[in-house]
């Protein structure tokens, strides 16, 4: 039995009022059974248990949750709409999921993110990127920097970029990396 609560009183039963097949899973429109408010849920079948292999050769079952606490830090105080986080996330697993492969390397989740944030603001990616490929020093953040701006300067179809530098932003990073340096 699935428990789904509900969002505005956190009732543990529902009614469900509509039921269809969506990409990958059933949505259901549901009435909450306490306070009557009504909600969406998608249900979502896991085809098969997906392993991460990490950098020192361990493995785990792969995490949403894990994906998405890195990006959500990498976009912190970003203009970004509230739900393009979570639906990066959803992107990244369905296209996991989709390989039908037991195990992936935790640097191919990596570079999937980066490829998404890239696209989606600059900011992100450089805050991503400077955990996740451990720039050695500024010299090496300012090159990945260098190659944006070059990038920005031909004009991409369809991505509607957000300014890159904002006032303090490099400081902030460069700043965060010379701490973890210590
Ligand atoms: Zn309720």
């Given amino acids: 039995m699935i428990i789904m ?3 505005y009183c956190g009732y543990d039963d529902s009614r469900v009022l509509d039921s269809r097949d969506v990409d990958e ?3 259901r429109r549901r009435q909450c059974l306490r306070c009557e408010s009504r909600f969406t849920t998608y249900e979502r079948i896991l085809p098969v248990s997906l392993f991460v292999i990490k950098k020192d050769n361990s493995r785990e079952l792969f995490d949403r949750q894990k994906v998405l606490n890195g990006i959500r830090k990498a976009c912190e105080k970003r203009p970004l709409p509230a739900d393009t986080i979570g639906k990066l996330a959803d992107d990244i697993e369905a296209e996991l999921y989709r390989l039908g ?3 992936v390397a935790s640097r191919m989740i990596g570079d ?3 490829r998404r944030l890239k696209n989606l603001d ?3 990616y450089i805050r991503f ?3 996740y490929r451990e720039f050695a020093d500024i010299t090496a953040l300012k090159e990945e920097v260098d190659t944006l701006l070059d990038n920005e300067a031909q004009p ?3 991505t509607a970029q957000l300014p890159l530098l904002l006032d303090g932003e490099l400081e902030v990073v460069a ?3 010379r701490r973890n340096r210590r």
Avoid: K, Q, W
């Fill in 175 to 177: 700043g965060r990396r």
């Fill in 112 to 114: 999937m993110v980066m």
């Fill in 156 to 158: 991409l179809p369809s």
């Fill in 122 to 124: 600059h900011i992100a």
């Fill in 5 to 7: 609560n509900c969002p």
């Fill in 25 to 27: 899973g059933i949505r």
């Fill in 101 to 103: 492969r037991a195990e």
């Fill in 129 to 131: 990127a400077s955990v």
